[in-house]
């Protein structure tokens, strides 16, 4: 029994079988790569959009990217405002390469073509092109490069860098692939851009209502330190600075928190050309400093290794007019100031504004009814006790001429303290009256001494005025007497440990008599000799004297000059 001959094919349609089958195998094999890699587009774009902070997008996307193509290096370049780069964000390279090679780029050669003309660059040898201007010392080398910008909302915020494909030079399919997950990439840096304008508008919104709320419930003064304490508490950047103007175009810095706070510009004067500060309040317009690599830094911005961080500058107003400047600084390499943030800063510094404007209002309204009863006040003492008690004193006086003599000695001791009582009450009368603002009196700065001095002591300071005081102590004469009164209440404070200090001031026969008497200890050799010496200088400077007697019961001292200066004196 014969077998049947094995299935056979003429040799022409074998070959075009064989070729067929090949061809099917290569397409099923192109269509499961193609859909590996859309699926690791998928997933790429799904690590993208998965995060909100700008910092972990851009890092999400250049680690995506290098993935996708399997490149070794790859970078994302952010676009500063004045050109250039502001920010590199890269992987691949170990941290203590990177610090060998030294700075980062900022956006020249290759990288600088991509800038001008954002459109995708594939090149398979970056040494090749014209337009490279090689590497750094210790840079590893690089062969292929693919760079894609990276638009949002139709503007250019950066772009892909990458190098060193695994597999060989870059393709067109990788151009595509890297082009869509830019495309993601746009919205994933529109929506972290976003979250984070929201979260500066809560920082700042909450800020300003604690402030307002704490202006409208306290005095004006306090609203730079609450300010800065707020925003700084708040997050609203690393570093928060309130700068007035200090004359001469420059401006001080009055409060500071945050990073260096303690190390800062704190109480220091920056000249105008230093800050932008001195600008925004002359001005009063919000505006703010880029940030990164200048020859001429902005003094506010907070540096690391040459780099140099944004600063937001809005101003505070008081009647319309700039008077304060909050500035805002990050830290290097964050995102510059956006046009929306800037307008957060506006609205906060309008709502604070307007409170401090009222908590001013309501201390001027508050201090105008204080005064009013002051002046109420001395008005009663001068018009009803004055002129009780100097009755009194007369009719004690009359009563004294048909009384003996040891009864009459009593009368007079009696009229003696009457008078020095109704001294004391003008003393108070005048301390109470409100004054108009002009240049103060002798009269009231030696109550002024008195009263902190008195805040050292078990009791107050006893003040008391005779004659004239004002009318014949003036210019230098008033000068060189408060001098002189208050180097006399300094002693007494903080050397004799008295209880109780007189104070006396007399103006009579053309001179000026400052006394000061205490029923302390006594000087000793604790007193400021230098001190006592200049008292003594002051006086015959003025063609007077210094008289001082000290014992372990208390001290006087006395001080005089002669209301008209000697002869020869310019004065």
Same mark, same amino acid.
């Given at each position: ?29 192109? @269509? ?52 250039? =780069?502001?920010?590199? @964000? ?6 203590? =390469? ?11 050669? =290759? ?23 090689? &590497? ?9 490069? =693919? ?64 402030? @307002? ?37 420059? @401006? ?84 510059? &100031? ?234």
């Amino acid at each position: 029994m014969s077998h049947p001959s094995p299935l056979s094919f003429p040799e022409g349609p074998r070959v075009e079988l064989d070729r067929a089958l090949r061809d099917l195998v290569d397409r099923a094999d192109e @269509v499961m790569r193609t859909q590996g890699r859309l699926r690791a587009l998928l997933d790429a774009t799904r690590s993208v959009v998965g995060e909100i902070e700008l910092s972990e997008v851009l890092r999400s996307i250049v680690r995506s990217a290098v993935d996708l193509v399997d490149a070794e290096y790859g970078a994302l370049g952010v676009l500063a405002p004045q050109g250039g =780069l502001e920010e590199f @964000v890269h992987v691949g390279m170990p941290d203590d =390469l990177v610090h060998r090679i030294g700075h980062l780029p900022e956006g020249r050669g =290759l990288l600088g073509a991509l800038i001008d003309h954002p459109d995708p660059i594939r090149l398979d040898e970056i040494s090749g092109d014209p337009r490279s201007v090689g &590497f750094p010392e210790g840079h590893p080398p690089m062969g292929c490069f =693919l760079g894609v910008p990276v638009r949002v909302r139709e503007e250019v915020f950066g772009n892909l860098y990458l190098t060193n494909r695994r597999g060989g030079s870059f393709t067109e399919e990788d151009v595509e692939l890297i082009s869509a997950l830019a495309t993601a990439a746009g919205l994933a840096i529109d929506n972290a851009r976003r979250y984070g304008e929201a979260r500066m508008r809560e920082a700042w919104a909450a800020a300003s209502a604690q402030v @307002v709320a704490a202006l409208l419930t306290s005095s004006g003064d306090d609203a730079p330190a609450l300010l800065a304490d707020e925003l700084a508490a708040r997050e609203a950047a690393e570093r928060i600075a309130i700068l007035v103007g200090a004359g001469d175009n420059a @401006v001080r810095v009055v409060e500071l928190r945050g990073v260096e706070a303690d190390a800062g510009p704190a109480g220091s004067v920056i000249p105008a050309d230093r800050t932008l500060g001195a600008v925004v309040l002359e001005g009063g317009e919000t505006r703010a400093t880029p940030g990164g690599r200048t020859d001429a830094p902005e003094a506010l911005a907070l540096e690391q290794d040459g780099m140099y961080g944004p600063v937001l500058f809005t101003a505070l107003h008081k009647a319309g007019r700039p008077r304060a400047v909050i500035a805002a600084a990050r830290r290097p390499g964050a995102p510059h &100031f956006t046009p929306a943030e800037m307008r957060i800063a506006d609205d906060l510094a309008e709502r604070v504004s307007l409170a401090h404007e009222l908590a001013e209002a309501r201390d001027a309204q508050q201090r105008a009814l204080l005064l009013e009863d002051r002046a109420r006040i001395a008005r009663d003492l001068h018009d009803h006790v004055v002129q009780q008690l100097y009755g009194a004193g007369l009719d004690l006086e009359a009563a004294g001429a048909d009384a003996d003599e040891p009864v009459a000695r009593r009368l007079d001791a009696a009229v003696q303290a009457i008078d020095d009582a109704i001294a004391q009450v003008r003393t108070i009368v005048f301390a109470l009256t409100p004054h108009d603002g002009r240049a103060p009196t002798l009269r009231l700065r030696v109550l002024d001494l008195a009263g902190s001095a008195s805040r050292h002591l078990p009791q107050p300071v006893t003040v008391a005025f005779a004659g004239p005081v004002d009318l014949l102590a003036e210019g230098a004469l008033a000068d060189e007497l408060t001098a002189s009164v208050r180097e006399l209440l300094s002693n007494a404070v903080r050397h004799a440990e008295a209880t109780s200090v007189t104070l006396t001031l007399t103006a009579s026969d053309g001179k000026v008599t400052a006394e000061v008497a205490d029923d302390g200890r006594g000087m000793g050799g604790a007193a400021r000799r230098s001190g006592l010496e200049n008292l003594r200088v002051r006086a015959e400077r003025l063609g007077g004297s210094f008289e001082l007697d000290s014992s372990g019961d208390g001290t006087r001292a006395r001080w005089t000059a002669p209301v008209t200066p000697p002869e020869g004196d310019s004065r």
